[in-house]
Nanobody, 118 residues
Framework: QVQLVESGGGLVQPGGSLRLSCAAS????????MSWYRQAPGKERELVAA????????HYADSVKGRFTISRDNAKRSVYLQMNSLKPEDTAVYYC???????????WGRGTQVTVSS
């Protein structure tokens, strides 16, 4: 089965930056569209950013546009989320999600905590 492992979370002050990484244990990583979701306490899990399997198109939530950048390296079987100008509202558990381009299978990582606070 496909395993997704997030890393890079932590505590950062407002205005700071973090880079999240998600490593996939699957050879056919390039067959998967990837995305980052986040969930804050008491809130629904929401889509933050997404990238197509080929990396030719991206999507961002309005709340993070201009601050976050999603990218992928298919050779390294990884997807990244560069987060700049972090705000306290960005505090959440961030999850990596993989969806096969052809099949109705979805995989989730266990998440990594991002806390933006002074």
């Amino acid at each position: 089965q496909v395993q997704l492992v997030e890393s890079g979370g932590g505590l950062v002050q407002p205005g700071g930056s973090l880079r999240l990484s998600c490593a996939a244990s699957v050879i056919t990583f390039s067959n998967y569209a990837m995305s980052w979701y986040r969930q804050a306490p008491g809130k629904e899990r929401e889509l933050v950013a997404a990238i197509t399997s080929a990396g030719d198109s991206t999507h961002y939530a309005d709340s993070v546009k201009g601050r976050f950048t999603i990218s992928r390296d298919n050779a390294k079987r990884s997807v990244y989320l560069q987060m700049n100008s972090l705000k306290p509202e960005d505090t959440a558990v961030y999850y990596c999600r993989a969806q096969h381009s052809r099949f109705t299978v979805i995989y989730w990582g266990r998440g990594t905590q991002v806390t933006v606070s002074s």
